[in-house]
């Protein structure tokens, strides 16, 4: 069964960086497509950031974190990481990666706190 395990959260300063880890499992990793969702407090869930499957590997980015975030994929490890630099307090939020595999599977989030 699939299963995304999300860490690297924590607290940073404004201006400063962190790099998210989601390990899967339970699918092939390196044909879907994976990526990162946040939620903060009394907001909706939103896409942050998409990578697509290695064949294609074209990504998205929110406008809200163009030029700030980026994300890849290590297929060896099926592992999809979010460096994020140039953090604000906007994002500030509970990070989840997802998987276009099975868009009803999370992990646990991992908190990012910008401050």
């Known amino acids: 069964h699939v299963q995304l395990v999300e860490s690297g959260g924590g607290l940073a300063q404004p201006g400063g960086s962190l790099r998210l880890s989601c390990a899967a499992s339970?699918?092939?990793?390196?044909?879907?497509?994976m990526g990162w969702f946040r939620q903060a407090p009394g907001n909706e869930c939103e896409l942050v950031s998409k990578?697509?499957?290695?064949?294609?590997?074209?990504?998205y980015y929110h406008d809200s974190v163009k030029g700030r975030f980026t994300i890849f994929r290590d297929n060896a490890k099926n592992t999809v990481y979010l460096q994020m630099n140039s953090l604000k307090s906007e994002d500030t939020a509970l990070y989840y990666c997802g998987t276009w595999t099975d868009l009803d599977v999370w992990g646990q989030g991992t908190q990012v706190t910008v401050s």
């Open positions: 339970g699918f092939t990793f390196d044909v879907s497509d």
């Open positions: 990578i697509k499957s290695s064949s294609d590997g074209s990504t």
